[in-house]
């Protein structure tokens, strides 16, 4: 089966400042890529996902790269804010079954 | 956000106990799926059901069951025979395309007394 590893596990940024979560898998059959922001005590919420045709793919201050062969995708959030601090979770797989990473907790520091 | 809902938000169950989550939603979604979430970790998928009458063991079946008589709700029983039951459960639902998000309903935090 899948195997989805996340990095870092927690992460602390200054407001304005870029944040890089990292994640890697390892089926190559896994061509769907959603990355969730889960608040305290929340659900979890798609921000972006990339598909295993694209390389990249960017809304607004979050953009998310995929690298096939290396089988490694990452989260960027640029100019960050404090209601950008969650919890994020990558995920790897085809849209009817996801296996997640263990998640990321991004403090943004005003 | 509306669509899929989970009752109800806390439970608290005594040892021994079996007790069942509700999940239901009115997206007309084929799929639904229960996850489990503990401190510090990723959500794991525990059973999943891509049609009505039909259903797959996730990674951590053991101890819990599921039905789905029909396309709206999808149950999750946690029984007796799971040893460590007090986590956040999530259901989720997608239509089942190839490329659709997982809509994920509100969650219930099971506490095991």
């Known amino acids: 089966g899948e195997n989805v590893e996340q990095h870092p596990s927690t992460l602390s940024v200054q407001e304005g400042d870029s944040a890089v979560i990292k994640c890697t898998y390892s089926?190559?059959?896994?061509?769907?890529f959603p990355w969730y922001k889960q608040e305290l005590g929340k659900r979890p919420q798609l921000i972006i996902d990339?598909?295993?045709?694209?390389g990249e793919k960017k809304d607004q201050r979050i953009a998310v790269t995929l690298n096939k062969t290396a089988k490694h995708f990452s989260l960027h959030i640029t100019e960050t804010q404090p209601e950008d601090s969650a919890v994020y979770f990558c995920a790897a797989g085809s849209a009817r079954q996801l296996t997640f990473g263990s998640g990321t907790q991004l403090t943004v520091l005003p | 956000d509306g669509g899929i809902t989970q009752s109800p938000k806390y439970l608290f169950r005594k040892e021994g106990q079996n007790v069942t989550l509700s999940c239901e939603q009115n997206l007309n979604h084929d799929a639904m799926y229960w996850y489990r979430q503990d401190p510090g970790q990723g959500l794991r998928l525990i059973y999943y059901s891509q049609i009505v009458n039909d259903f797959q063991k996730g990674d951590i079946a053991e101890g819990y069951s599921v039905s789905r008589e029909k396309k709206e709700s999808f149950p999750l029983t946690v029984t007796s025979a799971q040893k460590n039951p007090t986590a956040f459960y999530l259901c989720?639902?997608?239509?089942?395309?190839?490329?659709?998000?997982?809509?994920f309903g509100p969650g219930t935090r099971l506490t095991v007394l």
């Open positions: 989720a639902s997608t239509p089942g395309d190839r490329f659709n998000e997982q809509f």
């Open positions: 990339i598909r295993s045709n694209v």
């Open positions: 089926d190559s059959a896994s061509n769907y």
